[in-house]
């Protein structure tokens, strides 16, 4: 993975063919399945009483639950060829969201890259390859040069945040994740992400977003988020078309238990 360019266009903030959980775009069951009853990532959902994670330039900050993070943009080296972020060094520490704007390369099975298998490090099979972009956020890294160290989230139960922008990519493309416990748990179909404000609940978040749509649920965050590691706005890439994105995280809140 590598880290965008500069932003141009997207608002700064001053103050496999797997589907992924099973789903496809335009699949009808995306709407009725219940398992996904109580889904409440949904534009327009109430702002939550949670604490409030200020975002100030590229920190992350909440001094009653002890976060020191850092915020970043990274994608892979196909699509950062037309990405840019707010996130790119120099960052304003006056701005308050986090923004990235561009085009998620298709995955491309045929490409040279893939059928050589001469992949780019640190990736070691094609998905990895065309993986698209990220907004992310460690919890506990108190700047750039000090390693990363794992969170205890005991006391939440999960984040409420704001998704704005020109394109807010459609919910089958864009995963809210968590890495945990050396592994990456994702919202799949059991939290849609819209335009608007989401709320997320460690219990949505399933680990190994790529089973079968009639495999048993994975374990979820709850399981292991005395450790959380790091969060991601991802923008998930296919093999069908490229996906275009310009949009803004902002509003981020950590909800109590």
């Given amino acids: 993975m590598v880290v965008a360019s500069g ?3 997207c608002d700064q903030g001053s103050n496999s063919t797997p589907a992924v959980a099973g789903h496809d775009a335009g699949d009808p069951r995306d ?8 889904n409440v990532g949904a534009a327009g959902a109430p702002a939550d009483e949670g604490l409030p994670l200020s975002f100030s330039g590229d920190r992350v900050t909440n001094a009653e639950l002890d976060v020191r993070g850092v915020l970043f943009a990274e994608s892979d080296s196909h699509t950062a060829e037309s990405m840019t972020s707010n996130l790119t060094a120099p960052v304003d520490a006056g701005q308050t969201s986090a923004c990235i704007k561009g085009t998620a390369a298709k995955v491309d099975q045929f490409s040279t890259t893939c059928s050589t298998r001469m992949f780019t490090p640190p990736a070691t099979d094609c998905w990895a390859e065309f993986a698209g972009p990220r907004i992310g956020m460690e919890l506990n890294q108190p700047s750039l040069t000090d390693p990363a160290q794992p969170f205890d989230a005991s006391s939440l139960k999960g984040f409420s945040f704001e998704l704005e922008g020109a394109v807010v990519p459609p919910n089958v493309s864009l995963l809210f994740e968590i890495e945990a416990n050396g592994k990456v748990f994702c919202s799949g ?11 997320v609940l460690f219990e949505q978040l399933i680990d190994n977003c790529f089973r079968n749509y009639n495999d048993p649920l994975e374990p979820t965050v ?20 490229t996906v275009p994105f310009d949009f803004c995280v902002s509003n981020l809140r950590a909800l109590l238990e």
């Fill in 7 to 9: 932003l141009s266009g």
């Fill in 31 to 38: 709407s009725g399945d219940p398992r996904d009853s109580g």
């Fill in 189 to 199: 179909g059991r939290a849609k992400l819209l335009p608007g404000t989401n709320r």
């Fill in 222 to 241: 709850e399981s292991v988020k005395s450790e959380l590691r790091k969060i991601t706005w991802h923008v998930f890439p296919n093999e069908k078309s």
